[in-house]
């Protein structure tokens, strides 16, 4: 019995998507530069499947953030159909954009790269990520819950400055400061 082209796609799409989140989480242990097999043994695929779906480490590495930009995108989006006040779901949006930029610990080597991939990333997440978050700021700025001033550029810029994790001061110590930020972002009314 042959398996159906729906059936086969569906497969190489979980396959995909295990890949993906797999990858994600190896680079938050150990970098961009992790071993591929670590990668493939989390997924658990051999190393043929990975270079299947992505034949070089910085597709790889460029498919991860993408599709993490593409859920922070999503989140703000399904906040805002949630029945919750705007300047909450703004601090939930930016607590997982304060986990999308843990990921990327070692993407700054990788981006000082010479391969033509990796040299989108950072449009992309300007692209896409700050409109995501003005509309949030946008609709806690109607709702008088956030400071008219506050633009997403310079939240999510203030937001990348406090998550650069070194010794002494650890995810936990960026997130407080993140958390200290937003109460700053208030409106005073």
Not at 32 to 42: F, L, M, S, W, Y
Not at 122 to 133: G, K, N, Q, R, Y
Not at 157 to 173: E, H, K, S, T
Request: hydrophobic residues 45%.
């Amino acid at each position: 019995m042959t398996e159906s082209p729906g059936a086969r796609e569906a497969g190489v799409r979980r396959t995909r998507e295990a890949l993906l989140a797999a990858a994600a989480a190896v680079f938050v242990e150990q970098g961009v530069q992790a071993p591929i097999r670590d990668i493939a043994g989390r997924a658990g695929v051999g190393l043929g499947t990975v270079y299947r779906h992505f034949p070089n480490r910085a597709e790889l590495v460029t498919a991860v953030y993408h599709h993490q930009i593409e859920e922070c995108v999503a989140l703000a989006s399904a906040l805002q159909r949630e029945d919750i006040p705007p300047g909450e779901a703004l601090t939930r949006w930016i607590g997982a954009f304060v986990e999308f930029l843990v990921t990327k610990h070692g993407l700054g080597v990788a981006l000082q790269s010479d391969d033509p991939s990796l040299l989108t990333l950072h449009s992309l997440m300007l692209d896409e990520l700050v409109p995501a978050c003005a509309s949030l700021i946008a609709a806690g700025v109607a709702a008088g819950e956030i400071d008219p001033g506050v633009t997403a550029y310079t939240l999510m810029r203030a937001v990348g400055n406090l998550c650069i994790l070194g010794p002494g001061y650890g995810r936990d110590q960026a997130q407080d400061m993140v958390a200290r930020l937003l109460v700053g972002c208030r409106s005073a009314r």
